[in-house]
């Protein structure tokens, strides 16, 4: 039974990707999420006395290993900047902001933040600012809300400016980098929403389960026929176009069984997964076996999908009771 | 032949195919994607899915939103009976730096290099953030326009650029699209609004889907698959610390680097590709590489003219090789970038047989 691929009526669904990575901190990050904490920004200082704030566990340059903590200012200055009109969301303001490279009073280089200003002409490149700290701190370095227009015109890092230079904010000073309580990692929470579509191959396949109907593809040169099909055949390298119906029974090829039981899974172990090769497929997919005691599926048992109300797959396949397939029937497809 | 060779291996380009590159492709897969550049370049060379030697793609999981998603696209390229091939979690132009290298080794005489993103399902601003460093940067959510545009601020301060010559980058790279049938934004673009001030969406490139596809042959073999080999005569990558406040945002120092050590700075090249997703990138590579108005930049379009994550270095590649196979160029320097404000940069330098 062969038929032209009708043409796609494309699927979508949503797909969110969520990932809360547990991350470890080494010891110079951790003084520095710990610092942010309690309201103190620490900077880390290279052989050639350079001092990097946000702080680095090893010289970019020399790639020495670097633990010599300084306690720098919360103010600083602005060497780059960006008018962020439209803020995305998890961005650190949900109203418009100036993204900032701030060179901290102290400090040899700049950390990326947000600046809260009232529009893009009360941001320029050497403007004074300083940390606004969140109300409440964990140890990220989402402890820093945001930054914001200092009152202090002087730019101490400018050799010109005599009151600048003068200013001790602008000394770095050693710090032991030990805080009670340290913070010792944090959780990257992130999450990705997609729209997923699934191809042409695919889309057919599905549409046609949901009338219970299992369709897979011939390969034109090979004419192996692919369930599920995914639009290629793995052999040849080309498109498979040509819709075949496959089953609705098959036979198993190969199972195991699940002795443990997955998280958010209703389904009582021990349990047989199998591969099953469907009546003039080429190649077997699997699925759950039931209706028949686990220690009792072997090779060659002819299956068939059973349905459940409002499916849109076969919920598991359950013994036909014909008699077991020849080896030989399968042997190919195992 | 190249005049000099500083490596074990002449290796050449042969091949060169892409798609064409749509805001978005709901109807096909990345296999049913990719599968067509597949067939065109080994259809140029005459090479059967078997005869090739080696295979290497490039891709990204975060674009797709699932694992291991180039496992799916082996099924274009015919991975059975079993083929050496590997994947690199980047741009093709890696994929293929991975396969000269195999070839270099000797163990291989020809690959195949393929490359793909769909960047449509997702928001590819926000996901690019997920490439970041999770501990200063990530939590921040700084998107990809957002990191140039603090480069173009940086540009514009230093006096090397200003608005005006932003706009010109774009509306030059969209113009010279139009003779490129792949690209996905051709001829007159309007300049338009801030997406992240100063840059406005004529300086940034179009969000897409696409795909692109390279054979690269050694020596005779070479000779045999193409009537004018590209030779790949150097190849380098370099790249920068990943924190932006470390780095000097209005240099490329690892262009530059590797530039030299592919030997591009020997010899005048008459065209060069280079992918700069945004318009004041153009400014800092052109610098990096002291390229003058004597040279042909981004004949192509560039990445302003079609951007397909993951595709669009391996296409600046492809497309230099393209014009020394169709005669159009003597030499000619690819570059490719990944990260964000140029932080990883590859270049290539290409050239003909002289007749």
Known sequence: ?334 | MPTTSRYARDVAVVAFAQSDHLRRTDELSEVEMVMPVLHEVLAATGLKAGEIGFTCSGSSDYLAGRAFSFTMTLDGVGAWPPISESHVEMDGAWALYEAWVKIQTGEADTALVYAYGKSSPGSVRDVLTRQLDPYYLAPLWPDSVALAALQARALIDAGQTDEAALAAVGARSRAAARHNPHAQLRGSVAQGDYQVAPLRTGDCPPVGDGAAAVILAAGDSARRLCERPAWITGIDHRIEAHGLGLRDLTDSPSTRLAAERAGFFDAPVDTAELHAPFSSQEVVLRKALGLGDEVTVNPSGGALAANPMMAAGLIRIGEAAARIHRGASDRAVAHATSGPCLQQNLVAVLEGDRA
């Open chain 1, 1 to 334: 039974m062969t038929a032209a691929a009708s043409p796609p009526e494309v699927l979508r669904a949503p797909l969110v990707v969520e990932f809360p990575f547990t991350r470890s901190l080494g010891p110079v990050q951790s003084a520095f999420l710990s610092g942010l904490r309690d309201r103190v920004v620490l900077g880390v200082t290279t052989s050639a006395g350079t001092v990097m704030v946000p702080p680095v566990e090893y010289d970019p340059v020399t790639a020495e290993e670097l633990r010599e903590l300084v306690e720098v200012a919360p103010t600083g200055t602005v060497t780059t900047w960006a008018w962020n009109g439209s803020p995305r969301p998890h961005q650190p303001l949900g109203t418009p902001f100036a993204w900032v490279l701030v060179r901290l009073d102290g400090a040899d280089t700049a950390i990326l933040h947000a600046l809260d200003a009232p529009g893009p002409e009360a941001v320029t490149t050497g403007m004074r600012v300083r940390i606004r700290w969140a109300a409440e701190r964990v140890g990220a370095i989402t402890d820093i809300a945001c930054f914001e227009p200092a009152d202090d015109r002087t730019d101490p890092t400018d050799p010109t400016d005599p009151t600048g230079s003068a200013d001790p904010a602008a000394a770095p000073v050693p710090h032991s980098g030990t805080f009670a309580d340290p913070v010792t990692g944090i959780v990257a929470e992130a999450r990705l929403d997609y729209t997923y579509s699934p191809g042409r191959a695919q889309t057919a396949y599905i549409n046609a389960l949901a009338e219970r109907r299992t369709v897979g593809e011939r390969c034109p040169s090979c004419h192996k026929v692919y369930v599920p099909p995914r639009g290629a055949c793995p052999t040849c390298g080309v498109a498979t176009t040509d819709q075949v119906e496959v089953g609705p029974a098959g036979t198993v090829t190969t199972f195991c069984i699940v002795n443990i039981k997955a998280k958010n899974l209703d389904i009582e172990v021990p349990y047989v997964y199998a591969h099953i090769a469907l009546d003039g497929a080429d190649l077997a997919l699997h699925g759950r076996i039931g209706g028949i005691p686990y220690d009792q599926v072997r090779m060659g048992l002819r299956v068939e999908p059973v349905w459940t109300d409002g499916g849109r797959h076969p919920d598991h396949y359950r013994p036909t009771g014909e008699p077991d397939a020849d080896y030989d029937a399968y042997k190919e497809l195992i």
